[in-house]
């Protein structure tokens, strides 16, 4: 399982990144990402379960799974550069950084919480991930990291 989690922000990223080809019209790069990514995945799940054995294997097919993604998600991002521009910037490790410190202290939260029966687990579940929004929009203010409103949304707009 933690073999694919790690994969889940990369899978993520190739998603974010599958739609923004669909936006500007070009469904062919991201089939062929897909393709790829697929390919390369499958022929590293199986090359890595005939030589790791145990629990290992099942680690190793998920960061398998997950390196084939991040290597189509850059190939994407590259193919995309000359449309939308750059879309990959260490500018955007800081914003990525505080989501993950911010999940890990939710996940804190909740470990310590301890919540019992399905009632006082939801409840828990709600107040900490609400909590936990709030801090990363904090965050992201003190980061000067949100996008722009648009105008739509300002106020006395419309």
Known sequence: LLGLAVGVPVYGGFLLLTRAAYAIGDSRTPALASLGSAALGAAVMVATAEVVHGSARLAMIGVGHSVAYALGGLWLARRLRPRVGKVLSVRLLVP????????????????????SGRGPTVAALAVVSLAAVGVYVGALRVLDALPPRSPELRPGAG
């Open 96 to 115: 990525l950084g505080a989501a993950g410190a911010v999940g890990l202290g939710a996940w804190r939260a909740m470990n310590a919480w301890e919540p």
